[in-house]
């Protein structure tokens, strides 16, 4: 009989042969590991952290913005080179629009409201709704067509300008403005006749409900509006085209 301790000659021929296909086996893996993480993190630990996520796709959305204004600022420096007459008449229609579009710089004295979310701790001890200590996009549409019906000649959100486009969405305690969220304070301001705009601000039935959740014991949610002297109002620069929305007939 062999000893116990010596291993025939085919298992170790066996393991000469089959130890490099492991070996390749596992290269393999990690190869094909490599190419589909596309270097990350496939667990994806590091996107755990939503905070980081928000910032990464604002910057993302921030730059596809300026990739296409570059474009558009591009598309019209070629239009101005045809010498043809019904492009011309299109760009004589287009410099009479593009002042009340917002695609024009504006700037005069200015209303500033500023919206906030009660207190953490004031919206743990309340007995109601908790909806009611936060800003909603309701509140944020209510201070803008309130400054747009005392005749503000333009309105920004958090510094972007608003047009006949522009679309407040809530996304749980984020707004997205123009593809960009934001959080909490809000700032809205409107340029024009402060004392205009003041008036209706202040008699909004849905800004008066809103001022009431302001009295919330602890702090329920924040309202200011200051008077501006001076106030700017950037050209909207971002995307034009509408993808679903239609023009109504007359």
Not at 95 to 100: G, K, N, Q, Y
Not at 131 to 156: F, K, P, R, S, Y
Not at 212 to 237: E, K
Request: with cysteine; aromatic share 4%.
């Amino acid at each position: 009989m062999r000893s116990p301790s010596h291993s025939s000659p085919g298992r170790r021929r066996a393991w000469r042969v089959a130890t490099p296909v492991v070996v390749l086996l596992i290269g393999g893996l990690f190869a094909v590991s490599a190419e589909q993480s596309d270097g990350f993190d496939l667990r994806g630990g590091r996107l755990t952290d939503l905070a980081s996520v928000v910032r990464a796709e604002r910057d993302e959305a921030g730059e596809l913005t300026a990739r296409a204004a570059a474009l558009n600022d591009e598309v019209e420096a070629l239009s101005t080179e045809l010498g043809d007459r019904s492009v011309a008449r299109a760009q004589d229609e287009i410099a009479t629009l593009v002042d009340p579009a917002g695609l024009t710089e504006k700037s005069g004295t200015a209303v500033q409201v500023t919206l906030d979310d009660a207190p953490e701790e004031t919206r743990l001890a309340y007995d109601g709704d908790p909806n009611d200590l936060v800003v909603h996009q309701q509140d944020i549409q209510a201070v803008a067509n309130a400054m747009w019906n005392a005749g503000a000649e333009a309105v920004t959100i958090q510094g972007q300008r608003l047009i006949s486009t522009t679309g407040i969405k809530c996304e749980g305690n984020q707004v997205t403005l123009h593809g960009i969220p934001y959080s909490p304070p809000y700032v809205i301001v409107g340029i024009g006749d402060p004392a205009s705009m003041e008036a209706e601000l202040t008699t909004d039935p849905i800004l008066a409900t809103y001022r009431d959740y302001t009295l919330v014991p602890g702090g329920g949610v924040s309202w200011d509006m200051a008077r501006l002297d001076s106030a700017v109002a950037p050209a909207y620069d971002g995307l034009l085209d509408l993808t679903y929305a239609t023009p109504m007939p007359e």
